[in-house]
């Protein structure tokens, strides 16, 4: 099983850039995508998810309205497509397959797909740096 980020790199605030996660060894349509990041003395974040099979998706309020994640079963790939990029971005980004349990919340079913143990594989992450 492999998972292999692409995309990142040095970007002006306000700009940006398309990170690709190619998965090989799985069939992504059996598995969730999460992406996560990292900075340097930081607590790994988790930004969204997505599930090709039920189409389901989430992202962290951190991120919500600048980043979109996407998909597509035939081409094993996902996609984060991050917009309005600012210093606070940069770090480390990860992506990573899993099936993220389900459970109930109150009267609510949530996935737990923001928690890292909830991923079995995971890319070598790639390095986003925004200037200001």
């Known amino acids: 099983v492999q998972l292999v980020e692409s995309g990142g790199g040095l970007v002006q605030a306000g700009g940006s850039l398309k990170l690709s996660c190619a998965v090989s060894g799985i069939p992504l349509n059996e598995y969730a995508i999460g992406w996560f990041r990292q900075a340097p003395g930081k607590e790994r974040e988790a930004l969204s998810y997505?599930?090709?099979?039920?189409?389901?998706?989430a992202y962290a309020e951190s991120v919500k309205g600048r980043f979109t994640v996407s998909g597509a079963s035939t081409e094993n790939t996902v996609y984060l497509q991050m917009n309005k990029l600012n210093p606070e971005d940069t770090a480390r980004y990860f992506c990573?397959?899993?099936?993220?349990?389900?459970?109930?919340?109150?009267?609510?079913?949530?996935?737990?797909?923001?928690?890292?143990?909830?991923?079995?594989?995971w890319g070598q992450g790639i390095q986003v740096s925004v200037s200001s």
């Open positions: 997505i599930s090709v099979r039920d189409g389901s998706l």
């Open positions: 990573a397959a899993g099936t993220p349990r389900w459970s109930f919340v109150g009267s609510q079913l949530v996935r737990h797909w923001e928690l890292p143990q909830e991923y079995d594989y």
